[in-house]
């Protein structure tokens, strides 16, 4: 029993170093289905395989396998990279270590000029350096780096519940798992581009509040708020928020 343990407690050496992430390196996530949740300094990864292992090209260092782009039905093209990790450990270099990272490289993004909706492509210059960053973050995760962060999201990767139990239960109970939507406000991000979107709808403001509320958690206040701005409603002269 006491080898077993003394067993495990190697095997889990190198994860237990690795496993917990300061504070400062990490970043709340704002948007998107881990919105909550944290995102790691990729900077701290280096740094953390850096002090396990040793400098990049003594102790550890990553081999670019494959690099290659896909493109959507939206002409989106994204931007992967396949690598292999290796590291030493007791003057033992490891096996490959497989990891994969992607990066939008050419989004098409919809801006509004009068109201009126535009598509505009946008290049990401740094996006192999990002693919190529996520691939690493991905291989080193193998290894426990960051392990208590990617334990917090991956409750959220696959479901919106606080419980990754509660869809299940809920599916089993024949009651369907309620759906998540985005908080509309003054605060936030895309309360600029709704204002926009907004202006240039030609529904009837009746129509137009149904289909925002739909899409959108949304108090009565900024609705109201939105369809004036947007030039739906007419001004009402207590409010000059913007």
């Known amino acids: 029993m006491e080898n077993s343990k003394q067993i495990q407690q190697d095997n889990l050496s190198i994860y237990e170093r690795v496993r917990s992430v300061p504070a400062e390196a990490k970043k709340a996530i704002e948007a ?3 919105k909550g949740k944290s995102d790691i300094n990729p900077m701290w990864r280096i740094k953390k395989l850096t002090e396990v292992f040793g400098p990049v090209g003594f102790g550890w260092y990553t081999e670019v396998v494959k690099t290659w782009t ?3 039905e939206n002409s989106d ?12 450990k007791d003057g033992v270099w490891s096996k490959p270590i ?3 990272g992607g990066n939008k490289l050419i989004s ?3 801006k509004y000029e009068n109201g009126v909706p535009t598509i505009v492509p946008y290049l990401d210059d740094d996006a ?4 190529y960053t996520d691939a690493i973050s991905v291989a080193a995760k193998a290894l426990g780096v960051g392990a208590d962060v990617y334990y917090e999201k991956d409750i959220t990767k696959y479901d919106t519940a606080q419980s990754q139990n509660e869809p299940v239960q809920a599916q089993v109970a024949g009651t369907p798992v309620p759906e ?3 908080t509309l406000s003054p605060s936030v991000k895309t309360w600029k581009q709704a204002i926009a979107f907004t ?5 009837s403001i009746e129509n137009l509040s149904a289909r925002l509320k739909a899409k959108y958690t949304i108090t009565d206040e900024h609705l109201d708020l939105l369809l004036t701005l947007s030039g739906k409603k007419a001004a009402n002269t207590k409010r000059v928020q913007s």
């Open 180 to 182: 998540v939507k985005p």
């Open 128 to 131: 192999y350096k990002k693919a």
């Open 32 to 34: 998107g289905r881990l």
């Open 108 to 110: 098409h993004e919809r």
């Open 70 to 72: 896909e493109v959507d």
């Open 98 to 100: 497989y990891g994969n």
């Open 199 to 203: 202006a240039s709808q030609k529904d």
């Open 77 to 88: 093209v994204a931007v992967f990279v396949d690598i292999n990790l290796y590291v030493q």
